[in-house]
């Protein structure tokens, strides 16, 4: 009996834990228009985006112009939010290609660095970022995925979470200005 104990929890935490791998980045390798940061973020970008707490509802909109460069392997994001209530807000980033689609990526708000790997038409980008709300800060895990819809636009679907914990959801969307 104890052996069948010890076999089914084994079997019930694999299913637990494969459960939370999601999905692999490498299953959209066949989907175009390719992507390379390098040549999508270089330049001026606009984007709008949201924020949905858990149960889905709306609770922060805003507007995103991002001043970005590359210099070599090397690039620069200047990211320059407006929020629906007037507040602005900065984020620079400094990201590092490192061959086979990896990326890495620093900012001031981001605890550590960031990692991403690009395949075909997506991105899986994951950070932790210092979030300030109401006088405190908290560290939470951000789960990217962008997808790379045509030369000029781009879409991002992040999964925010704490200790495992769904917190909510950041939908963006990215116009290239030529």
Not at 16 to 43: E, K, M
Not at 50 to 68: L, P, T, Y
Not at 102 to 128: F, P, Q
Request: glycine share 10%; charged share 20%; aromatic share 12%.
């Amino acid at each position: 009996m104890k052996k069948w104990l010890v076999l089914f929890a084994t079997v019930c935490l694999t299913t637990l834990l494969s459960g939370c791998a999601g999905i692999d980045v490498s299953r959209y390798q066949a989907q175009t228009p390719a992507l390379d940061l390098r040549t999508y973020f270089n330049g001026t970008i606009e984007g709008w985006g949201m924020f949905q707490n858990r149960s889905g509802e709306v609770v922060k909109r805003f507007h995103v112009s991002i001043d970005a460069k590359w210099t070599g392997d090397t690039g620069i994001l200047d990211e320059a939010f407006t929020w629906a209530d007037g507040s602005k807000t900065r984020r620079v980033w400094t990201l590092t290609a490192l061959g086979n689609g990896r990326y890495t990526g620093r900012a001031d708000d981001v605890i550590g660095e960031a990692e991403g790997v690009a395949s075909g038409n997506a991105l899986r980008w994951r950070y932790v970022l210092a979030l300030p709300v109401d006088g405190s800060v908290y560290h939470v895990d951000f789960d990217d995925w962008m997808f790379l819809m045509d030369d000029q636009v781009m879409l991002n679907r992040s999964f925010m979470s704490k200790f495992g914990i769904h917190l909510g959801e950041l939908t963006l969307s990215f116009r290239k200005v030529k």
